[in-house]
């Protein structure tokens, strides 16, 4: 018995690179919850770099690739790891792209993926505590943790000559990193924060918060919020009773739809989105174009997630998550030559060869620390009613 | 003196024209409460649906009008829509009366089992609402947004502080007063006002002296959901309209029936004026209002707030527990509970 175990595990490993197989792929996002409206897009940037892959014929010597669709939700813990058991177990998914928000990728990281063995790429969640979660080197993200956004918050708040500002934050793991890394940077440049205080998301009425905000003043007011829920509502109320005029806007407050229920007042306001600059972004825009979808929020960085297992999957020759989890670094990062959106082909083609690549992808990929994003963002301003992008940092 | 004017403003900014916005609508709520409470002698744990429904009504009347192309300048559409709204509700709160409540009430049930099918009935109705209307958060507010604004009071008078009065808080004022006064005309003068209270005071006394109780109960229905439509409406057009909000708002409009006695509709005002400006004044940080009134050496340093607003509805729930420790009756001579 024992040998034919070892002889059955002896062949699986040999026929892993020679014999071409069907491996699958989860994507676990919040398809439900919210941030329903930007999840669609955002599997459809996996499954487009999936499709590429596919096309390519050269991934693992003709094998092929399998998007297996998964709920994360975005608050239920218990609902994303359920989710992810079911991927893992009855789908026997190789990796997964996912989840969305912080709280749930936290909790399939620990339940399931670590006990499993199992790669994961988050998009979209960015809290500073995931740098330095407990991952057994099984989990990456290409999107930027919120200690580099508060950063480049606090650095754009400074450059503007903004000495202090008061700040709140929606009540859940995301405001609450995000409202702490920028607190910190800001004072650290020498600004000071008035008054740092949560608000809750789904109430009638914020003229209460925005009075206690007033009353400690400051020359911006800070929303770390969702543009769907408190953080419109806070802003609403602010500009109704003349409590500020220039609001700082992080990525989850810009969007057109705060633009369309605030209109005016938020002339002057200005905010950051994760986003990278030149071609490869316009060039994504095509490739999505031409699939017909929106490049939504952390539509590229989904795709690139799904990238960069299938070529760490390639240059280890194997789709066993123990054995490529270490190759991921590797392909994101130089030396090698640079991959750009659409080039997937040609990446796959220098790994068979045994050469080495610099996965740059949709969002300007390049991992740092335990496997984050460093971070590129795009600066706006509000001007007229529209948004514009003043630079990028 | 300009800084006592400055300090006048903004309380008056940021305590006193919100608190009696938000005390009107407690009010009205509270005297559905009180009403139901008096007639058919149970705490109707569904009024804050019905308000959600009403308002939903309203917003679809509103889209209807919206449809046709009509606007009434400065007037919010929702307000026109409001007798629309106002006789959807009734079908509404008389269709439930006569399919649920009719049953306990003709089996004399104790108050406690009709307390707990309005659970039932709320439960039902949020989902049913919820189902019509959805989960999303509704602006329908289409008028004039203010009739003050804190910038142009600022420049006017040349103070640092201004006011701002939104439309929809006079609107609130002003139909709130309307609702209040005559039902309380209805309650004292008309003669079936008088049979709504002989029988609230005594049942078995009022249907000896021939009062027909059915008339009586469906009465207090009517007037119930004319109040809650009111309440839900003119809460969503100040604030905006979300379905997940109404079972919130029950626990400050308990809070103020039963503070101001419950079964007594001038209590259920003072009750609702008494709980909202409680929370407003108590979530208050008085900071900048210091800084105004005391020399700048005894400002001191803090955001001198009794409480972070995140207790907001805390204070309903102390007011409520001294209450009933010390004046179960409420403020006003009501019933116990």
């Known amino acids: 018995m024992k ?44 499954e487009l770099a999936m499709a590429e892959v596919n096309e390519s014929g050269a991934f693992l010597g003709g094998s092929t690739v399998v998007s297996v669709r998964g709920d994360s939700t ?9 989710a992810a058991e079911r991927l893992i177990s009855s789908e026997r998914v190789s990796a997964i792209v996912g989840a969305t928000c912080s709280g749930a990728s936290t909790a399939v990281l620990q339940n399931v993926a670590m006990p499993k063995g199992v790669v994961m790429i988050s998009p979209s969640a960015t809290s500073p505590a995931l740098s330095s979660v407990e991952d057994n080197g099984l989990f990456f993200r290409t999107a930027p943790s919120d200690a580099r956004q508060g950063q480049v918050i606090a650095e754009m ?71 769907d829920q408190g953080g419109k509502g806070i802003i609403q109320s602010a500009l109704d009773l003349d409590a500020f005029e220039t609001f700082v806007l992080p990525d989850g407050m810009v969007g057109d739809s705060l633009l369309a229920a605030i209109g005016e007042g938020l ?62 670094m590797d392909v994101a990062n130089a030396p090698g030559e640079q991959i750009m959106p659409g080039d997937l082909a040609r990446g796959l083609q220098i790994l068979a060869e045994g050469g080495e690549i610099d996965y740059v992808g949709a969002s300007g990929v390049e991992l740092i620390g335990a496997g984050e994003s460093a971070g590129n963002f795009r600066e706006i301003l509000v001007e007229d009613g529209a948004q514009t992008t003043v630079r990028f940092r | 003196m300009q800084d006592y004017a400055n300090a006048a403003l903004l309380l008056t900014n940021y305590l006193v024209v919100p608190g009696i916005a938000y005390g009107c609508q407690l009010a009205l709520g509270a005297l559905g409460v009180t009403l139901i ?25 509103t889209w209807g009008f919206q449809a046709m192309g009509l606007s009434f300048g400065p007037v919010p559409t929702a307000l026109v829509a409001l007798p629309f709204a106002i006789l959807a509700s009734i079908a509404v709160v008389l269709l439930t009366d006569k399919a649920i409540y009719r049953f306990y009430r003709i089996k004399r049930s104790d108050p406690v089992i009709l307390l707990i099918v309005s659970i039932g009935v709320m439960f039902v109705m949020a989902g049913l609402i919820r189902f019509l209307i959805g989960p999303d958060d509704r602006t329908f507010n289409d008028g004039a947004r203010f009739i003050l604004k804190a910038r142009e009071v600022k420049d006017y008078l040349g103070l640092s502080e201004g006011v701002t009065i939104k439309t929809s808080q006079a609107i609130t004022v002003l139909v709130a007063s309307i609702a209040a006064g005559l039902l309380f005309w209805f309650l004292e003068k008309t003669k079936t006002g008088k049979m709504m209270r002989a029988f609230s005071d005594n049942e078995d006394l009022a249907l000896l002296s021939g009062i ?25 057009l100040d604030k905006s309209y979300k379905p997940f909000v109404f079972q919130q708002l029950l626990l400050p409009i308990f809070a103020a029936a039963i503070v101001g006695g419950l079964g ?7 009750g609702g004026f008494v709980i909202a400006f409680s929370e407003v004044a108590l979530t208050y940080a008085y900071t900048k209002f210091l800084a105004y009134t005391l020399p700048p050496a005894w400002v001191p340093d803090g955001l001198v707030q009794f409480l972070p607003t995140d207790y907001k509805f805390a204070i309903s729930f102390v007011i409520l527990v001294l209450i009933l420790l010390y004046r179960p009756t409420g403020i006003l001579r009501g019933k116990t509970l």
């Open chain 1, 3 to 46: 040998k034919l175990l070892t002889y059955l595990a002896a062949t699986t490993i040999l026929s892993g690179p020679a014999m071409a197989e069907e491996v699958k792929l989860g994507v676990l996002l919040g398809f439900t919850g919210p941030l329903e409206s930007v999840a669609g897009d955002m599997a459809s940037g996996a």
């Open chain 1, 74 to 82: 975005c608050i239920d813990a218990g609902a994303a790891t359920a």
């Open chain 1, 157 to 227: 708040m400074v450059e503007r000559g903004v000495k202090s500002a008061a700040l709140t934050y929606t009540n859940n793991d995301y405001g609450k990193g995000l409202s702490e890394s920028i607190a910190s940077n800001f004072e650290a440049l020498g600004g000071e924060i008035t008054i740092n205080s949560a608000h809750e998301d789904g109430k009638g009425d914020y003229s209460a918060e925005v009075a206690s905000l007033s009353a400690a003043g400051g020359d911006v007011l800070i929303v770390a919020g969702y543009l």
């Open chain 1, 267 to 328: 002339n002057g306001s200005y905010g950051v989105l994760p986003g990278s600059e030149g071609d490869v972004a316009a060039t994504f825009a095509a490739m999505v174009d031409k699939a017909g979808f929106k490049v939504g929020p952390y539509a590229g960085e989904s795709y690139d997630a799904a990238a960069l297992i299938l070529l760490a999957m390639q240059a280890a020759g194997s789709s066993d998550g123990a054995t490529f989890k270490d190759r991921i």
């Open chain 2, 37 to 61: 409470f008096s007639v058919l002698r149970f705490s109707n744990f569904a009024h804050g649906e019905l308000m959600s429904a009403g308002t939903m009504f309203a917003i679809f009347a």
């Open chain 2, 212 to 236: 027909n109780p059915e008339r009586i109960v469906k009465l207090a229905w009517v007037l119930a959901a004319v109040l809650a439509t009111i309440a839900g409406t003119l809460y969503g």
């Open chain 2, 264 to 270: 007594n509709p001038l209590g259920a005002v003072i």
